[in-house]
């Protein structure tokens, strides 16, 4: 039972570089969400997917892209990153219904460096 | 927009020393969760509270859901190394039935 995996947990890119963030998770989850950690930030929610087949953007969303593939799956694209992008980013799911939400589980991050 | 404040930011004590941390919301909430994450290491999911004036307890910590459900604290009684890391409280706006707004968060060190 793995819960939420994420891919790659490290990342070193150039300025302009390209690149996807994976995620996925095991607990048949219909929400689920990319959040950045920046210090003394907490947590910002970057998009969030409320179930498969829908997308919607949160607090911080410009710079970045989203896909819900499957029910599984949600993958974070950098189309041009930068050096303010530079961060650690956690992947979360949530069995959320009308009616409220139930605790978030986390993937254990990718640290993600532009340079 | 809607708000979820913590206080203090960060809190300092010695082994054995209770320590307390405040949720305040800037609106009513449906539930409040709480979340511990160790240094370098992911948030981890440690309760949820539903019902206005709701205590709970697990070993030594204690949390409790405001009457008007707007607040919310957590407190650890006689702290011990293992509970160094940041708390956080998460909010879920009555508007909203899938996304909470995370508090800045409250880093707790524990000096031996």
């Known amino acids: 039972n793995a819960g939420v995996t994420q891919t790659p947990k490290f990342q070193v890119l150039k300025t302009g570089q390209s690149m996807t963030l994976q995620c996925a998770q095991d607990?048949?989850?219909?929400?689920m969400y990319w959040y950045r950690q920046d210090p003394g930030m907490g947590l910002r929610l970057i998009y969030y997917?409320?179930?498969?087949?829908?997308?919607d953007k949160g607090e911080v969303p410009n710079g970045y892209n989203v896909s819900r593939l499957n029910k599984r799956e949600f993958s974070l694209r950098l189309e041009s990153a930068a050096p303010s992008q530079t961060s650690v980013y956690f992947c979360?799911?949530?069995?959320?219904?009308?009616?409220?939400?139930?605790?978030?589980?986390f993937g254990s991050g990718t640290r993600l460096t532009v340079v | 927009g809607q708000q979820v404040m913590q206080i203090p930011q960060y809190q300092h004590v010695q082994e054995g020393e209770d320590f307390t941390t405040y949720c305040n919301s800037s609106?009513?909430?449906?539930?409040i969760q709480w979340y511990k994450q160790r240094p370098g290491g992911h948030p981890v999911f440690l309760i949820q509270?539903?019902?206005?004036?709701e205590v709970k307890k697990q070993k030594r910590l204690t949390f409790q859901f405001g009457e008007a459900k707007k607040n919310s604290s957590l407190h650890i009684t006689a702290t011990q190394t293992t509970d160094v890391g940041t708390y956080f409280c998460a909010g879920l706006p009555g508007t909203s039935y899938d996304k909470v707004i995370f508090g800045p968060g409250t880093s707790l060190s524990v000096i031996p």
């Open positions: 509270l539903v019902k206005s004036g």
């Open positions: 609106t009513t909430l449906s539930n």
């Open positions: 979360a799911s949530s069995e959320a219904k009308t009616g409220g939400t139930y605790g978030y589980t």
């Open positions: 997917s409320a179930s498969e087949g829908t997308t």
């Open positions: 607990m048949n989850h219909n929400s």
